[in-house]
T-cell receptor
Framework: GAVVSQHPSRVICKSGTSVKIECRSL??????MFWYRQFPKQSLMLMAT?????????EQGVEKDKFLINHASLTLSTLTVTSAHPEDSSFYICVGGGANNSPLHFGNGTRLTVT | AQSVAQPEDQVNVAEGNPLTVKCTYS??????LFWYVQYPNRGLQFLLK??????LVKGSYGFEAEFNKSQTSFHLKKPSALVSDSALYFC?????????????FGAGTQVVVTP
C-alpha cells in the first residue's frame, strides 16, 4: 500500500553542519508534501508545504534559507537543515498527499540531534 | 482558519476503565477529523477519521470517536483501557475547502493507564 519512507530515522550532527532528510512516496504520487517539526512533549507544528515542481510555502516564523525544501519529483521530497544549531534539535516528520484532499501518509520521522 | 483544541494535557485512567480523550474543533465548513497516537520516539499512527456519514466512527485497537456537530467535538473513546494504550494522542482537523488539505494538530494529550 501507499507509504512514505523517511530517512534517516536518527541523525546526530555537529553544530554548523547541514543535514538532509529524505521522504520517498511508495505506491502513490505525493503531489504535496507537508513538513512538520515536533519538540519534546509538544504538538506537530507545520513548517512548510511543498508541491512537486514549485517552491515551498513556509509558515510564518520558519526560515526558508535555513530549512531548504526540494520537491523535484512526485516521489521524492527533501528537507535540508543548513548550518544546524542545537536549537534545531527536534523530531521532523513528512506527510505526503496526492491531489484534492486525498489521503495523507506519514513518514516515521527523523530525530535530529545537533551537538 | 481551522483549529483544534485538546483541553487536557494528561488523562489518567486505571486499566479496565473507560478512556475518553477530548477534542473540539473550529473550521469554516464541514471538517475532516482525525485521531493519531504516538508512542515514545516513534512516528504517528492513524487511529480513525471522520469524513462524512455515521457520527460514530470505529477505528484501530478498539478505539472509537463520536462526531458532534452541535458541540463541535470529536472525543476519542475506548470502553476498557489497557496499559499498552499509554501514549500521546493527537486530534487533527483538515479543512476540505483548503486547496492543499493541510492537517492542523491539537496540542496532544498524554494518556497514562495504570495497572
Amino acid at each position: 500500500g501507499a507509504v512514505v519512507s523517511q530517512h534517516p530515522s536518527r541523525v546526530i550532527c555537529k553544530s554548523g553542519t547541514s543535514v538532509k532528510i529524505e521522504c520517498r512516496s511508495l505506491d502513490f504520487q505525493a503531489t504535496t508534501m507537508f513538513w512538520y517539526r515536533q519538540f519534546p512533549k509538544q504538538s506537530l507544528m507545520l513548517m512548510a508545504t511543498s508541491n512537486e515542481g514549485s517552491k515551498a510555502t513556509y509558515e510564518q516564523g520558519v526560515e526558508k534559507d535555513k530549512f531548504l525544501i526540494n520537491h523535484a519529483s512526485l516521489t521524492l521530497s527533501t528537507l535540508t537543515v543548513t548550518s544546524a544549531h542545537p536549537e534545531d534539535s527536534s523530531f521532523y516528520i513528512c506527510v505526503g498527499g496526492g491531489a484534492n484532499n486525498s489521503p495523507l501518509h506519514f513518514g516515521n520521522g527523523t530525530r535530529l540531534t545537533v551537538t | 482558519a481551522q483549529s483544534v483544541a485538546q483541553p487536557e494535557d494528561q488523562v489518567n485512567v486505571a486499566e479496565g476503565n473507560p478512556l475518553t480523550v477530548k477534542c473540539t474543533y473550529s473550521v469554516s465548513g464541514n471538517p475532516y477529523l482525525f485521531w493519531y497516537v504516538q508512542y515514545p520516539n516513534r512516528g504517528l499512527q492513524f487511529l480513525l477519521k471522520y469524513i462524512t456519514g455515521d457520527n460514530l466512527v470505529k477505528g484501530s485497537y478498539g478505539f472509537e470517536a463520536e462526531f458532534n456537530k452541535s458541540q463541535t467535538s470529536f472525543h476519542l473513546k475506548k470502553p476498557s483501557a489497557l496499559v499498552s494504550d499509554s501514549a500521546l494522542y493527537f486530534c487533527a482537523v483538515r479543512d476540505p475547502t483548503d486547496s492543499w488539505g493541510k492537517l492542523q494538530f491539537g496540542a496532544g494529550t498524554q494518556v497514562v493507564v495504570t495497572p
